[in-house]
């Protein structure tokens, strides 16, 4: 049951920095994974019909694409951590030499969103009998030592979420007949594009059609594009 001070479709519980950069790890890799692989292959097969240089230039692309995310998440996660940990130790040390100066300092905070002087005091000394370092944190710096990102599993969410997307334009481009492999491709990563924009935007909370169709539009752009450069290549003889 759900409790009657909370909602169902509201994020309440502990961790949610950590589910939501889950979520956004995961989600951007899938998408890329999606949209970059099929790009690649989209454009070889529009210079060439023959299944070696796709099928090559597509698992390229799928390795070096899942190591570069898995790369770059975790390059950026590490320094995000890094910060979230100095702010929390600087915390912890104030606390620890000045517990009058931060008490004064979180019934200020709690003054200021709206409670009179007396009830914010009030609210700032339970906070701090209870846990002075999560109420500071969470007042003062809008985090939560509990939710300290981890770069490793935001690296490797990256990695598996490209690698799972780039599958699908692979499979698409190599499994049909020669004659509809690019038309394949396309249906087959616009709805797989669609679906994802819609599944991220439910698991987010807000409405699914405006950042569906934004993903959509941007892949149908990008294998556009692509195709049109690799058959401009391939009928003047350059590839």
Do not use: C
Request: glycine residues 10%.
């Amino acid at each position: 049951m759900t409790s009657p001070t909370t909602h169902p479709h509201e994020p309440h519980g502990d961790g949610l920095s950590g589910r939501l950069n889950w979520l956004r790890a995961g989600v951007l890799g899938a998408n890329d994974g999606i949209v970059s692989v099929a790009a690649i292959v989209v454009g070889v097969a529009g210079a060439t019909s023959s299944i070696a240089p796709i099928l090559t230039a597509g698992a390229a692309g799928l390795v070096g694409g899942a190591i570069s995310m898995a790369l770059g998440e975790y390059v950026s996660v590490s320094s995000q951590r890094d910060s979230q940990r100095a702010l929390i130790a600087k915390e912890r040390q104030e606390l620890a030499t000045m517990p009058d100066e931060e008490l004064a300092e979180l019934t200020a905070l709690y003054a200021a969103k709206g409670l009179s002087a007396e009830t914010a005091e009030r609210v700032a000394r339970e906070l701090t009998e209870h846990d002075a370092l999560r109420a500071h944190l969470e007042a003062e710096l809008g985090i939560n030592e509990d939710d300290v990102v981890s770069p490793w599993q935001a690296a490797g969410a990256s990695a598996l979420a490209f690698f799972i997307g780039a599958l699908l334009p692979m499979l698409a481009i190599l499994l049909p007949p020669a004659g509809v492999r690019v038309p394949v491709t396309f249906a087959a990563v616009l709805v797989a594009l669609a679906l994802t924009g819609a599944l991220s935007a439910r698991i987010g909370g807000s409405p699914w059609l405006r950042p569906t169709v934004r993903v959509v539009i941007g892949g149908a752009i990008a294998l556009a594009a692509t195709f049109l450069i690799g058959t401009l290549l391939g009928t003047t003889g350059l590839v």
